[in-house]
């Protein structure tokens, strides 16, 4: 099984923020990546992270890493329709990709 | 260079059957993945090559699957004698070697086994 866990749904109305949470086990991770996924696609790279920084800020995209509880989140501010999608993190350990489940975040008028 | 390019887009096949899937990474990306994703699930580990050599294979990797990258540019992945339960998207990724830098993904091969 995976060790990046994740919830697996949400729900949101357009225009609110939309967090998402993610829990990864690897201490070592360098990196931490959030990936979006629409349907029959393949992978789009939305923002990473490095390990020694617990903020990083893309337009939208608010991104908070809490290294002691490998915690990690992302942050869509002023959520569209167009953000219905899934959304993957992902730690980079040994050179490698781990993804977690997904989280499916349904944008609703 | 138009990103990372996988063909074909989709595959029905009947059990029993062999088939490959190509993957043409960006050009001067010279580390190319192969994952694989099932519903409801994130992309598993298969393999992975650095220019020609290939580094890592999963566990999940059965004698079945074998890959290649025999020039150090595009690579194929084949899966001999499917089965039902090998139906699943095939996710081709490249990268360079240096971090951070991330994988850039294909629109992936969806393979189903009937």
């Known amino acids: 099984g995976e060790d990046v866990e994740q919830s697996l749904f949400l729900s949101v109305r357009e225009g609110d923020s939309s967090v998402i949470n993610c829990t990864y086990t690897d201490s070592s991770s360098t990196y931490l990546y959030w990936y979006k996924q629409e349907p029959g696609a393949g992978l789009q790279l939305l923002t990473y992270?490095?390990?020694?920084?617990d903020m990083k800020q893309d337009q939208r995209l608010t991104v908070l890493l809490n290294k002691k509880d490998k915690h990690l989140s992302l942050r869509i501010a002023d959520t569209q329709t167009g953000d219905s999608a899934i959304y993957f993190c992902?730690?980079?350990?040994?050179?490698?990709?781990?993804f977690g489940a997904g989280t499916q975040v349904v944008v609703t008028p | 260079d138009t990103g990372v390019s996988q063909n074909p887009r989709h595959k029905i096949t009947k059990r029993g059957q062999n088939v490959t899937f190509r993957c043409d990474p960006i050009?001067?990306?010279?580390?190319l993945y192969w994952y694989r994703q099932t519903l409801g699930q994130g992309p598993e580990f298969l393999t992975y090559f650095q220019n020609e050599a290939q580094l890592e294979k999963s566990r999940l990797l059965s004698d079945r699957f074998s890959a290649e990258r025999p020039k150090g540019s595009f690579s194929t992945l084949e899966i001999q004698r499917t089965e039902q339960g090998d139906s699943a998207m095939y996710l081709c990724?490249?990268?360079?070697?240096?971090?951070?830098?991330?994988?850039?993904f294909g629109s992936g091969t969806r393979l189903t086994v009937v």
């Open positions: 992902a730690e980079k350990v040994w050179g490698k990709l781990q």
């Open positions: 992270i490095f390990s020694n920084m």
């Open positions: 050009s001067e990306h010279n580390r």
């Open positions: 990724a490249s990268s360079l070697e240096v971090s951070p830098t991330p994988y850039t």
